[in-house]
């Protein structure tokens, strides 16, 4: 097992260039059914898989399972609009972090408030002259879509620059170790480095679902 760093740089620049998610741009203005969505979702989030030529990007299964568990809105006859495929392309790279759980806890908030249908105006608690007042939600779900994929494009080259300093690190590492050892343990070091910082943002992402829960109970 050697350590092999430009083309460990490589298959990093490889990765970052094919981490992307569904534009809205790539949603047709027309509801789909079931299977026109999982071809939807293969079709542009395939390449973001482990193994692009067998991994499935997600099954009608897992679709259903999420609506069973209110992590996603159900159907309307069958089909799926704009809204249902923007929150399944969320709710496809939260799974890779995230228990069904705390996706919950994470999307309903957004989901209850802007999702389909999402012009429909919620009914507010007061009255006003017997009259029920009538509240437009600020913005749509693609409208918050949009804003987190235009902050998740220009975070991209810093995560790679990021990435390419701590292999750079573990390119420097164990100097003075055995040269039929040097290689494993400089790949180790990297692996250590990358786990030890994923672990930290998913401490303090769970922080961040706990905290919003205790708030929403008290």
Same mark, same amino acid.
């Given at each position: 097992?050697?350590?092999?760093? &430009?083309?460990?740089?490589?298959?990093?620049?490889?990765?970052?260039?094919?981490?992307?998610?569904?534009?809205?741009?790539?949603?047709?203005? %027309?509801?789909?059914?079931?299977?026109?969505?999982?071809?939807? %979702?293969?079709?542009?989030?395939?390449?973001?898989?482990?193994?692009?030529?067998?991994?499935?990007?997600?099954?009608?299964?897992?679709?259903?399972?999420?609506?069973?568990?209110?992590?996603?809105?159900?159907?309307?006859?069958?089909?799926?609009?704009? #809204?249902?495929?923007?929150?399944?392309?969320?709710?496809?790279?939260?799974?890779?972090?995230?228990?069904?759980?705390?996706?919950?806890?994470?999307?309903?908030?957004?989901?209850?408030?802007?999702?389909?249908?999402?012009?429909?105006?919620?009914?507010?608690?007061?009255?006003?002259?017997?009259?029920?007042?009538?509240?437009?939600?600020?913005?749509?779900? @693609? #409208? $918050?879509?949009? !804003?987190?994929?235009?902050?998740?494009?220009?975070? $991209?080259?810093?995560? !790679?620059? &990021?990435?390419?300093?701590?292999?750079?690190?573990?390119?420097?590492?164990?100097? #003075?170790?055995?040269?039929?050892?040097? &290689?494993?343990?400089?790949?180790?070091?990297?692996?250590?480095?990358?786990?030890?910082?994923?672990?930290?943002?998913?401490?303090?992402? !769970?922080?961040?679902? #706990? @905290?919003? &829960?205790?708030?929403?109970?008290?």
């Amino acid at each position: 097992m050697t350590f092999q760093a &430009d083309r460990i740089r490589k298959e990093l620049k490889h990765i970052c260039r094919n981490f992307k998610s569904v534009r809205v741009e790539d949603i047709p203005a %027309l509801e789909l059914y079931m299977d026109q969505v999982t071809g939807l %979702l293969e079709k542009h989030l395939r390449g973001t898989t482990r193994h692009p030529e067998t991994d499935k990007v997600m099954t009608k299964t897992m679709i259903n399972n999420y609506v069973k568990n209110k992590v996603m809105i159900p159907p309307v006859r069958k089909k799926y609009s704009l #809204d249902h495929i923007l929150l399944l392309a969320m709710i496809y790279h939260f799974k890779n972090v995230l228990s069904i759980g705390d996706i919950q806890k994470a999307l309903g908030p957004v989901m209850e408030r802007y999702a389909l249908p999402a012009l429909k105006t919620d009914k507010a608690a007061k009255k006003k002259g017997g009259q029920t007042e009538e509240k437009t939600p600020a913005y749509r779900l @693609e #409208d $918050i879509y949009r !804003e987190l994929f235009d902050m998740a494009d220009g975070r $991209i080259p810093h995560y !790679e620059q &990021d990435c390419l300093r701590q292999i750079e690190e573990a390119e420097k590492s164990f100097a #003075d170790a055995p040269a039929q050892e040097r &290689d494993m343990l400089r790949r180790f070091a990297l692996i250590s480095q990358l786990s030890a910082e994923i672990s930290l943002k998913k401490m303090f992402l !769970e922080r961040l679902l #706990d @905290e919003a &829960d205790m708030t929403k109970q008290q």
